[in-house]
């Protein structure tokens, strides 16, 4: 069985692929809540198929980009799965798993945007099925465009994106699908943070002399 979750956005997402189908999902929307509302995630989609974490064979993980501390803690919890359970672990950009619903859905030729927070969004731009530039983080302003825009950036940034599509965030039932059939490339399970942590080690303070 394939355990999928994401944590690159404020929603948390978990799904449980039995190898012919998604058997069983969870999602939870509580900003800055990551590490509290996973664990229970993975929890209820084992509960729900009548599984336990020995039945996991393969752990599909959304590697971002998004900010450090939702997504350390998907990429942690990966990991450490993968390890405890001896099994791989696959990561996936989190807007390529936004695109193959986009494209599930009939679009061709679009943009994913989602939120990175000080007021920019993380970028990247798909045609014919794969993705053909990005992920970038950029200032909406900078990257106004007419074209359809899938993602939670464009729900938040209207004036630069008038053109906005669903989905609005991304779907582990949709994650697993991407690893199972490899419709996009699967990475290592690294953070794609495309710029540094907003906490950052304090440099060593001067000598008094």
């Not at 799904?15 to 509580?30: I, K, M, N, Q, T």
């Not at 943009?111 to 053909?132: C, F, M, N, P």
């Not at 199972?180 to 495309?194: A, G, N, Q, S, T």
């Amino acid at each position: 069985m394939l355990l999928a979750f994401d944590t690159a956005t404020p929603q948390v997402t978990v799904a449980l692929h039995d190898g012919d189908e998604v058997v069983a999902e969870y999602r939870a929307s509580e900003a800055m809540r990551h590490g509290e509302m996973l664990a229970p995630g993975i929890a209820e989609v084992l509960d729900r198929a009548g599984a336990i974490s020995q039945d996991v064979t393969a752990v599909a993980v959304g590697v971002g980009p998004g900010p450090f501390t939702g997504l350390r803690v998907g990429l942690v919890t990966a990991r450490t799965l993968a390890l405890a359970l001896d099994i791989p672990v696959y990561g996936v950009c989190t807007l390529d798993v936004l695109a193959a619903e986009a494209i599930d859905a009939g679009l061709t030729d679009f943009l994913v945007a989602t939120d990175a927070r000080r007021k920019e969004v993380y970028l990247a731009s798909y045609a014919d099925g794969g993705r053909i530039s990005g992920p970038e983080v950029v200032k909406p302003a900078d990257a106004a465009t007419g074209r359809t825009v899938v993602g939670r950036g464009a729900v938040l940034y209207p004036d630069a994106f008038p053109h906005s599509a669903g989905p609005a965030d991304p779907s582990a039932a949709v994650l697993c699908d991407v690893v199972v059939r490899e419709r996009f490339e699967l990475l290592d399970p690294e953070p794609l943070y495309l710029r540094r942590p907003d906490t950052m080690q304090p440099h060593q303070p001067k000598k008094v002399s």
